[in-house]
């Protein structure tokens, strides 16, 4: 049987991943928001002056969108998927019984509870 993924998790070492992925979720989400507000502000600049448009304005606009960028890339170099960024929901690819599944986490959840076979997604989580 050939594998779909290089990485696979045990679920003590994705566990040890909870707390790092916390602090990436939580940077990430305060990027984000900064990003709007940013996005926000140059909207109302670029209404008044029709185009004239740099400076720190942009230069935040474009820091937040690479601190969102890293974090991102942070989560998902180390094999681990990210299925809904809003909610911190991630997926560990992991052997189960010899077959690939999912362990599934999301940042509200204070461990990892959950697993889910590769097709059925979220819906099909189960206990573990």
């Not at 050939?2 to 990436?24: D, I």
């Not at 400076?55 to 998927?81: C, P, W």
């Not at 690939?100 to 059925?120: A, Q, R």
Request: proline residues 1%.
């Amino acid at each position: 049987m050939e594998l779909q993924f290089k990485k696979h998790f045990q679920l003590e070492e994705a566990r040890g991943l909870l707390g790092t992925l916390r602090n990436t979720f939580g940077s990430i989400h305060a990027s984000r928001d900064r990003l709007v507000e940013c996005e926000r502000r140059l909207s109302r600049r670029l209404a008044k002056t029709g185009g004239d448009l740099g400076g720190d304005a942009v230069r935040n606009l474009l820091l937040a969108m690479l601190e969102i960028h890293e974090g991102i890339n942070g989560i998902t170099s180390r094999g681990i998927q990210i299925k809904d960024l809003d909610r911190g929901l991630v997926d560990f690819p992991h052997l189960r019984n010899g077959r690939e599944v999912f362990l599934c986490w999301e940042l509200e959840d204070d461990d990892i509870e959950f697993w889910h076979e590769i097709e059925s997604g979220y819906a099909g989580r189960e206990r573990l």
